[in-house]
């Protein structure tokens, strides 16, 4: 296990690359933190994409007729080894943290 960080620079390069990789990745969603607690946002579906826009500042997570939007994301961090990415967790400016886990490690070109 390696979790390293995506610095604000390298986000809409990395996330269009792992783009071009997903295929039928399945996914599931947690947010927590703050007030919120932890709480499953959705149960295994479709990855269709992740996005970074660095002009708004704006994380897109899409999954099966979900879209999930992130504005001004302070941090992200990858979980990746040589298995393949296992999860992204993404920290808002609220400090609440949005939990991407894939159901099968997901290889990337290096």
Do not use: C
Not at 40 to 47: G, I, K, S, Y
Not at 51 to 80: A, F, G, K, L
Not at 89 to 102: A, G, S
């Amino acid at each position: 296990m390696a979790i390293r960080s995506v610095d604000k620079e390298q986000r809409q390069a990395y996330f269009e690359l792992l783009n071009r990789q997903l295929g039928a990745t399945e996914a599931q969603i947690e947010i927590g933190g703050g007030q919120l607690g932890s709480q499953r946002q959705t149960d295994w579906l479709t990855l269709m994409g992740l996005s970074y826009d660095p002009r708004s500042d704006t994380m897109e997570i899409s999954v099966e007729n979900i879209d999930h939007w992130v504005t001004h994301p302070r941090e992200i961090y990858v979980d990746d080894d040589i298995d393949g990415l296992r999860s992204i967790e993404i920290i808002d400016q609220d400090d609440n943290k949005q939990i991407i886990r894939l159901r099968q490690p997901l290889k990337l070109p290096h």
